[in-house]
């Protein structure tokens, strides 16, 4: 059973930083790929970064340049640093892993607001 949680969620004012951390556990022998997914209220949930296990990263535009997403010394960690955060940037943060041929895991997700 692959378990994905996070953390570091939180309130912060505009221009501040957050870290999110995911942690996966379980049988993760052949990751593929993690990534930071978003869905804010009302929205579709969309890409904001993925490292692949080459190392390749992927941003979406919206975040290219402020956000930076890296995985941990250990294996199934990744972070995603936030920084010059902007209310736009509100939304609740899923983390995600490809594992093997099919294997498709979410976390439960952390709110991120923004505001002053």
């Known amino acids: 059973q692959v378990r994905l949680v996070e953390s570091g969620g939180g309130l912060v004012q505009p221009g501040g930083s957050l870290r999110l951390s995911c942690a996966v556990s379980?049988?993760?022998?052949?990751?593929?790929?993690m990534g930071w997914y978003r869905q804010a209220p009302g929205k579709q949930r969309e890409l904001v970064a993925t490292?692949?296990?080459?190392?390749?990263?992927n941003y979406a535009a919206s975040v290219k340049g402020r956000f930076t997403i890296s995985r941990g010394n250990v294996k199934g960690t990744v972070y995603l640093q936030m920084n010059s955060l902007k209310p736009e940037d509100t939304a609740v943060y899923y983390c995600?892993?490809?594992?093997?041929?099919?294997?498709?895991?979410w976390g439960q997700g952390t709110q991120v607001t923004v505001s002053s």
């Open positions: 490292v692949m296990k080459t190392g390749l990263t």
């Open positions: 995600n892993a490809l594992i093997g041929r099919t294997g498709d895991y």
């Open positions: 379980g049988f993760i022998f052949d990751m593929n790929a």
